[in-house]
C-alpha cells in the first residue's frame, strides 16, 4: 500500500505550493538566451539546477513549459533548488518541436552546449544562486547537451566555480561514444531498459569507458522503461516520424513509467545536492 501510494503521488503533474515560472533573459554572445525561472522564495543563495529541454522543446501550445519541466522544476524547488529553462529553440525563432528534423539548426554539441555556458556565467552574477551548487540536467536531446558540455576540454577558465554535478536522463550516446566521452564533474545517466528511440548499450558502453579517465560517471537502466518514462502522466504509445530512432524507422514508443519515474524522482535530487 505505502507503495502504491508513493507512485501515486509522484504521477501529479503539479506541485501548488512551488513557485511559478518568471521569464528571464541570458547574455549570450550578441544575442538573448529567454528562459524561464523556478525559484524558491526567499533570498537564497540557492543551490540551481540549470534545466535543458528535449527535442520536443521548452513550452507547450499555450506558450508555458510543458507539463516534464514545469513538474521536474516545481519538485526540485521543493528540494531547495532554484531552477532555470533556457529555450534553446524559441531564443533563435524556431516554433514546435524538432523531433522530426534531421538538419537541426540548433545542434546539442555546439548551440546548446554554449546555452550551457551562457546560462552558468549569467547565475555566477546573480546575488540569489549559490556559485558553488550550480548542476546540470537534460532530457533526450537536452541530455546529449548535458553530456558535451560537462567534457573535461571545456572547463571554465574564468575563475568561478565549475558545475557541481550532471544528470541526463535517457540521452542518446552514440556520438559521444564514437567521441571517448568523459566527464570533469560527477555525471548520472538515466536510461530505459526498453527505450527506442535511443541505444541504451550505447550508454552503457560510453559510461564503461570513462572510467580511470574521468570524474564519477554512473549509469541505472530501468527494465521495462522507454523514453520519457518520467513524464508525469503520458500513457504510453507509438509515434512515428521521428528523425532519429534506435533502428533508423522514425518508429518510437514514449509513456510514463511509475516506478522508473518514481527512483527518477529521488535518485537526481539526490545526485544534484552532491
Known sequence: MRLLLALAACMIPALAWAAEPVPV???NGDAKLRAVLYKPDGDGPFATVVGLHGCEGLLNAQGAPSARYRDWAQRLNTAGFAVVLPDSYA????AGSQCAVRSRAVRPDRERVGD???ARGWLHEQAWVAGDRIALLGWSNGG???LWAVR?????KDGKADFRSAAALYPGCRRLLNAAWSTRVPTLVLVGA???QIRPADCQQMVAGAKGRSARAVIHVYQGAYHDFDHPSRRMQTRSGYAFSADGSGRVHTGTHPSARADALRRVPEWLKR
Open 91 to 94: 531564443s533563435r525563432g524556431i
Open 144 to 146: 546529449i547537451a548535458a
Open 116 to 118: 550551457v555556458q551562457a
Open 152 to 156: 573535461p576540454r571545456l572547463a571554465p
Open 25 to 27: 533573459e541570458i547574455p
Open 194 to 196: 526498453a527505450d527506442d
